[in-house]
């Protein structure tokens, strides 16, 4: 582009002195030479607008190749900050699987045989896990869902649940009571609509919303608590 610029410019100053020149003879009768003269002065008249058009193509081209460039790197930018960003995303989707994995493994079956073989004197009991009063009210039978849990495809297990604990009398309970049968089944049915959907979710969301659940159950071990209102009111 450079190039053509600078032929350009040599022919327009060429043409520019070869017509000023002409000019300054002024020719007192016409004669062949004169015609002659004029016809070369109408030439360079005719190429020196041809190069003024060329130069300007030149400029035009050159302008479209550098908007052309601009938009070719704008391009290119685009789409390294989008492998970037797609990077990202999986590294921590990854992640996330591998510590959802890990922790699934982590918990202990309850048929271990290497829990199983140790004996009950050595056996050391953890505290039975239980939920918060601001998660389940013992006395009112009020269950305060986590937001993960209280989605649509849960709706019909969780209703399930909310009665039976709406129902509890003051003798269900225990490992052996046919309510706490029913809880656990019911809590386990809630646990399988959620590891289904644990690669949409983030694994302290899912964590939570599995303690939760663990300690619904464990909530139908304990013994019912009495509801004084219940009480005074009979």
Request: charged content about 25%; aromatic content about 6%.
């Given at each position: 582009?450079?190039?053509?610029?600078?032929?350009?410019?040599v022919?327009?100053?060429?043409?520019t002195?070869?017509?000023?020149?002409?000019?300054a003879?002024?020719?007192?009768?016409?004669t062949?030479?004169?015609?002659?003269?004029?016809?070369?002065?109408?030439?360079?008249q005719?190429?020196?607008?041809?190069?003024?058009?060329?130069m300007?193509?030149?400029?035009a081209?050159?302008q479209?190749?550098?908007?052309?460039?601009?938009?070719?790197?704008?391009?290119?930018?685009?789409?390294?900050?989008?492998?970037?960003?797609?990077?990202?995303?999986?590294?921590?989707?990854?992640?996330q699987?591998?510590?959802?994995?890990?922790?699934?493994?982590?918990?202990?079956?309850?048929g271990?045989?290497?829990?199983?073989?140790?004996?009950?004197?050595?056996?050391?009991?953890?505290p039975?896990?239980?939920?918060?009063?601001t998660e389940?009210?013992?006395?009112?039978?009020?269950i305060h869902w986590?937001?993960?849990?209280?989605g649509e495809?849960?709706?019909?297990?969780?209703n399930?649940?909310e009665?039976?604990?709406?129902?509890?009398q003051?003798?269900?309970?225990?490992?052996?009571?046919?309510?706490?049968?029913?809880?656990?089944?019911?809590?386990?049915?809630?646990?399988?609509?959620?590891?289904?959907?644990v690669?949409?979710?983030?694994?302290?969301?899912?964590?939570?919303a599995?303690?939760f659940?663990d300690?619904?159950?464990?909530?139908?071990?304990a013994?019912?608590a009495?509801?004084?209102?219940?009480?005074?009111?009979?």
């Amino acid at each position: 582009m450079t190039r053509i610029a600078i032929r350009c410019c040599v022919a327009v100053a060429a043409v520019t002195l070869i017509t000023g020149h002409v000019l300054a003879q002024k020719p007192t009768s016409y004669t062949i030479q004169e015609i002659r003269s004029d016809a070369e002065m109408v030439k360079a008249q005719a190429m020196l607008i041809q190069a003024q058009a060329a130069m300007v193509k030149a400029i035009a081209d050159a302008q479209v190749q550098q908007a052309q460039i601009a938009k070719t790197m704008t391009e290119v930018q685009a789409m390294r900050m989008d492998n970037a960003l797609k990077h990202t995303k999986t590294f921590y989707e990854r992640r996330q699987t591998r510590d959802t994995y890990f922790a699934l493994r982590q918990t202990p079956s309850p048929g271990d045989s290497k829990h199983a073989a140790q004996p009950a004197s050595m056996t050391v009991q953890k505290p039975m896990s239980r939920l918060a009063v601001t998660e389940f009210d013992p006395v009112t039978k009020v269950i305060h869902w986590p937001d993960r849990l209280l989605g649509e495809r849960y709706a019909a297990v969780r209703n399930e649940i909310e009665g039976l604990f709406a129902a509890q009398q003051p003798g269900d309970s225990g490992a052996d009571s046919v309510f706490f049968a029913k809880v656990k089944t019911a809590t386990d049915r809630m646990a399988e609509l959620l590891r289904a959907e644990v690669r949409e979710m983030p694994a302290a969301e899912y964590l939570a919303a599995k303690r939760f659940l663990d300690g619904l159950r464990n909530e139908a071990l304990a013994p019912a608590a009495v509801n004084p209102v219940a009480m005074n009111a009979n």
